[in-house]
């Protein structure tokens, strides 16, 4: 393993916290050197020894821009290398994050809009808790509307996180709904959705559990995740008259893949 050459583009920091929200499921915090930048978000690239060489994977920034550390919010894949290695990382243990930051997924792609749809699958969320942990988008936005969706409830990880965050905001700040559907049980609460993003959007559960449309004039969409919902909402975007967010050319939507 080169260490002197990987220094140069990365540094070694080490992680402070673990938290196991299920078998699977897990967040960590790590250390922050003093002049890593990012925007609410976007991405880190962290490195794990492996074998001879470092093994490098994105993890979106859960932490916020002012926060003095990292956190991450993960997923053990079964047979994935990486996270074959990252679910057993304790406090003390170091891993390698590459000295710049990635992503043009940020709430500042938008010029205008009234409500901020974040959409998610399971670890996508991770994002959205960094953008709702800055201070931009409650005074950016008159509505966000966070929609989380997971196969079983109890993947429903951050949402005491999420619910505590309305307290935390002056009223003229933008109002916090939080959706929450479930794929593979029956809900077991009254504020939860059953079925895909995908269905719920096209069918109006999303539009009527949040009480707005979502509209070309008004609404701005973040999506998450899993590539194939990113792909189908896409779809029913573009079929509604909405545009992703080009270089040049504002949009109503924008996109972040996980695979
Ligand atoms: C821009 C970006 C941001 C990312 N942010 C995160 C993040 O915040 N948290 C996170 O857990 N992963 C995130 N990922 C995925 C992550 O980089 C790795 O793919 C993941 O850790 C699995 O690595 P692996 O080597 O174990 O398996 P890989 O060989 O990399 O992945 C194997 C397969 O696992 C599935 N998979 C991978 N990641 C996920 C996931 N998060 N949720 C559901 N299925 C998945 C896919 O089917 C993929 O093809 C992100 C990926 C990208 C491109
Ligand atoms: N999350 C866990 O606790 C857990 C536990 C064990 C293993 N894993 C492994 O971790 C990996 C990721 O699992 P995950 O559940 O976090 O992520 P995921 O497979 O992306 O599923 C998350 C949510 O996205 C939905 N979804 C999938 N495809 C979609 C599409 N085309 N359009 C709209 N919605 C779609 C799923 O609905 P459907 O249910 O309808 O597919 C589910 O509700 C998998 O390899 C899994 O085997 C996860």
Request: glycine share 10%; with cysteine.
């Amino acid at each position: 393993m080169d260490v002197e050459g990987l220094s140069g583009k990365a540094t070694l920091e080490t992680v402070t916290d673990m938290r196991r929200w299920t078998d699977a499921l897990f967040s960590f915090k790590t250390t922050r050197p003093k002049d890593y930048r990012f925007s609410a978000g976007q991405y880190a690239r962290l490195g794990l020894p492996s074998g001879e060489g470092i093994l490098w994977r994105a993890y979106s920034i859960v932490s916020a821009p002012h926060e003095d550390y990292l956190e991450y919010y993960g997923v053990l894949v079964p047979g994935g290398a990486f996270t074959a290695i990252l679910k057993d990382i304790e406090p003390g243990d170091t891993l390698w994050t590459d000295k710049q930051s990635f992503g043009f997924m940020t709430p500042e792609r938008f010029a205008d809009g009234d409500d901020l749809w974040m959409l998610a699958t399971g670890t996508g969320l991770g994002p959205f808790v960094s953008i709702l942990r800055d201070a931009l988008v409650w005074k950016k936005f008159r509505r966000l509307i966070v929609v989380h969706c997971v196969k079983h409830a109890a993947e429903f990880g951050y949402q005491e996180q999420l619910l505590s965050m309305r307290g935390e905001h002056r009223s003229d700040d933008a109002e916090l709904t939080i959706i929450q559907c479930v794929t593979r049980e029956p809900p077991t609460g009254p504020l939860q959705l059953t079925g895909r993003i995908t269905t719920l959007l096209y069918d109006g559960q999303l539009e009527q559990a949040a009480g707005i449309p979502m509209t070309v004039e008004s609404s701005r969409i973040m999506l998450c995740g899993n590539p194939e919902m990113i792909e189908e909402t896409r779809r029913i975007l573009h079929q509604r008259g909405m545009r992703p967010c080009r270089r040049a050319l504002p949009g109503q939507f924008v996109t972040e893949n996980y695979w």
